[in-house]
């Protein structure tokens, strides 16, 4: 899939789109029912479909000291695009001159001016510009003076709530990683560079694969039954502890995911672990004999689990 920065012009063969416009974080439900709408329409009228973000979120812009709060990386939304149809992705790069603009000269400059759109498909809710001034009346008044068409999709509802963003992450924050992957539509899927460390679990028989948490949200700290993709496609089964590793010190936050029946290397590779359920929360042992035996007690539960 092509990547197109939203500040320049879009390639000719990619003028005329059906764009869903968002910032589809996390692309739960909710945003896969706007980009299926625009993805339907883009090939009902023969036109390229494309799926607009913004990076970095805005809410970092704004409050840069926010926690992180991030469900997923710009390399995996490109990629549930991509199976969810979509031709190309455009990126709007989130600085201040982005904040600056009015919503008039966001939908004269970018929409239309850099994208040629021939269409936009958004949330019912969607608000744009400098200050959040421009809303879907605004969009529509601007595509009726401008000629392209403005559909919007209403909350999509589950468990009698909207489907969102927010309701992801307190889900995951809270350890209810089957609440957060029915509102995905898949489980919660971290990926990282696997770093080296202290290397204290292949001494002890777990050898692990670290990954910093980067801008990720925080799910409960605690021990995981997990499953991780390797580069190839390679799917692992295994038990992870995410958090601070209190039993040593310094504390260190890391993602530990340990795979069973896995001996390669893996260093400098990125991988991705899915966070299939949260087993325990952490907690400070007394010897190392006593978290072996722990471990031991979790992989058996993690492959019980992934087993089903």
């Known amino acids: 899939m092509q ?7 879009v390639p000719a063969r990619l003028a005329g789109a059906i764009v869903a416009l968002g910032n589809f974080d996390g692309f739960h439900l909710g945003h896969q029912a706007v980009v299926a709408r625009a993805v339907e329409r883009a090939r009902a009228e023969g036109r390229p479909a494309l799926v607009a973000t913004f990076d970095p979120h805005p809410v970092r812009h704004f409050r840069p000291d926010a926690a992180p709060f991030r469900l997923t990386t710009l390399d995996q939304r490109e990629r549930l695009f991509v199976d969810a149809g979509a031709d190309a992705m455009v990126v709007f790069h989130f600085d201040a001159a982005l904040a600056a603009l ?6 004269a400059e970018r929409l239309v001016g850099a994208l040629r759109v021939g269409g936009v ?14 809303d879907i009346a605004t969009l529509r008044r601007a595509g009726d003076a401008a000629g392209f068409s403005v559909d919007t999709v209403g909350a999509v509802m589950l468990d009698g709530e909207p489907v969102s963003s927010t309701r992801v992450r307190a889900a995951l924050r809270g350890g209810d990683m089957h609440g957060a992957a029915r509102l995905l539509t898949r489980p919660f899927a971290i990926e990282g560079v696997v770093q080296h460390g202290d290397k204290v679990g292949r001494t002890i028989g777990y050898p692990t694969a670290n990954i910093d948490m980067g801008n990720y949200v925080r799910p409960a700290y605690g021990i995981y039954a997990v499953r991780g993709r390797l580069p190839d496609g390679t799917m692992l089964n295994g038990a992870a502890n995410l958090g601070i590793r209190p039993t040593f ?24 672990v899915e966070l299939i359920e949260w087993l325990r929360p952490e907690a400070r042992f007394d010897s190392l004999d006593a978290l072996i035996a722990q471990m031991d007690k979790d992989c058996a539960r993690a492959r019980e689990l992934l087993a089903r």
């Open 3 to 9: 990547r197109l920065d939203g500040g320049s012009a």
């Open 121 to 134: 498909v958004t949330g019912e809710d969607f608000t744009f510009g400098h200050a959040k001034s421009g």
């Open 249 to 272: 010190d310094p504390p260190k936050e890391l993602l530990e995911p340990h795979f069973f029946d896995f001996s390669g290397d893996l260093y400098g590779q990125r991988i991705a």
């Open 102 to 107: 009015s919503a008039d000269a966001f939908v």
